[in-house]
């Protein structure tokens, strides 16, 4: 354990020991909840054939798509990737592998390899691509197919508020993959927009426990709106 007061002082002591190669879930969904100046630490460090994680990747020139302009990344595990053409591009081009999977199933695979379960069956998939080279077993008279737990090296999680402790919680919507994040990384580390001292948070809110995070630290955030709508 990182010890009871995660906190650390600067982003390069956050992501200390992560290099090249690993598998990296990175929490959000669009550019909502994404843990954005981690991100932007991975980009300095230069840390290459990483397998990231998530939702989706970023969008042209901000998020996980900074570490696609610096070819960092050589698979993504995610259910959406629309908003981003340079993903596009590098997938068509043999750069880029991608793993394409269910929304429901990519947070069934993070919640199983947080809670320590190898894999798990499921109806959704079967009979299409998702499904192919994989098990398939009858269920009730139903097919279902084996998916397995996915668990990361490091998870980087975007956090509201959180104690020294690393008792995070998150706002609204910003909620979405990152506890499933969180308890999934075997190192975690979580970026939040204000840290408290231990007995300032209502334990009843507290979204991520302590127990799942082993460094913490503050940062301040551009908080892009991914799609922007206007009504006259």
């Known amino acids: 354990m990182a ?13 200390e020991g992560i290099t090249d190669g690993m598998t990296v879930l990175a929490g959000g969904f669009g550019l909502c909840g994404i843990p954005e100046n981690l991100i932007a630490e991975i980009r300095r460090r230069s840390v290459k054939n990483l397998t990231v994680v ?68 499921t109806a959704t998939g079967y009979g299409t691509p998702v499904a192919e080279g994989k098990e398939v077993r009858d269920f009730d008279g139903r097919p279902y197919i084996l998916e397995q737990a996915l668990r990361g090296d490091f998870a980087i999680v975007k956090g509201w508020k959180a104690d ?3 008792n995070v919680i998150y706002r609204h919507t910003a909620q979405n993959f990152n506890p499933l994040m969180a308890c999934a990384g075997r190192i975690t580390v979580v970026e939040v927009e ?16 302590g127990i799942y995070v082993d460094r913490l630290i503050q940062g301040h955030f551009e908080k892009r709106i991914e799609q922007r709508t206007l009504r006259a």
């Open 164 to 166: 020294w402790y690393g």
């Open 3 to 15: 010890g009871l007061d995660k906190r650390v002082g600067s982003y390069a002591d956050a992501l």
């Open 194 to 209: 204000e840290i408290v001292p231990p007995g300032e948070l209502d334990p009843a809110a507290i979204h991520t426990p």
């Open 54 to 121: 998530s939702n989706n990747c970023g969008v042209d020139g901000f998020g996980l798509g900074l570490l696609l302009e610096t070819r960092q990344i050589s698979k993504v595990i995610a259910s959406y990737v629309g908003e981003n053409a340079l993903f596009e591009q590098q997938v068509i081009s043999g750069e880029l592998e991608a793993e394409l999977t269910p929304q429901g199933t990519l947070a069934e695979k993070l919640r199983a390899g947080g809670a320590g379960i190898p894999a798990f069956y």
